[in-house]
Nanobody
């Protein structure tokens, strides 16, 4: 069983920065893909950024140029650096990992709240 634990959320003013972390219980190099998703009240969960085991990165359109996804294989941790935050970035941010176990299996963290005040 893979466990993912997010941290780093909080309250920040518009224009500020936060860095989210996602610590994994397993070897991060074993994951096919890892990513950050977010869900605001009344909205569907959406992709923020993802990174494959090969290092390919994808960003949601609304965060391109402001957010950066990265990972530290030695620490089994994934990060999301969020700069120039906007009130629209307010949401619960979730870490997701996809691993091959006789098929692709998704694992999710419990989420961390990010609130951006205007």
């Amino acid at each position: 069983q893979v466990q993912l634990v997010e941290s780093g959320g909080g309250l920040v003013q518009a224009g500020g920065s936060l860095r989210l972390s996602c610590a994994t219980s397993g070897s991060i190099s074993s994951f096919t893909t890892m990513g950050w998703y977010r869900q605001a009240p009344g909205k569907q969960r959406e992709l923020v950024a993802s990174i494959t085991s090969g290092g390919s990165i994808n960003y949601g359109d609304s965060v391109k140029g402001r957010f950066t996804i990265s990972r530290d294989n030695a620490k089994n941790t994934m990060f999301l650096q969020m700069n120039s935050l906007k009130p629209d970035d307010t949401a619960v941010y979730y870490c997701k990992a996809v691993i091959w176990r006789l098929g692709l299996v998704d694992y999710w963290g419990q989420g961390t709240q990010v609130t951006v005040s205007s």
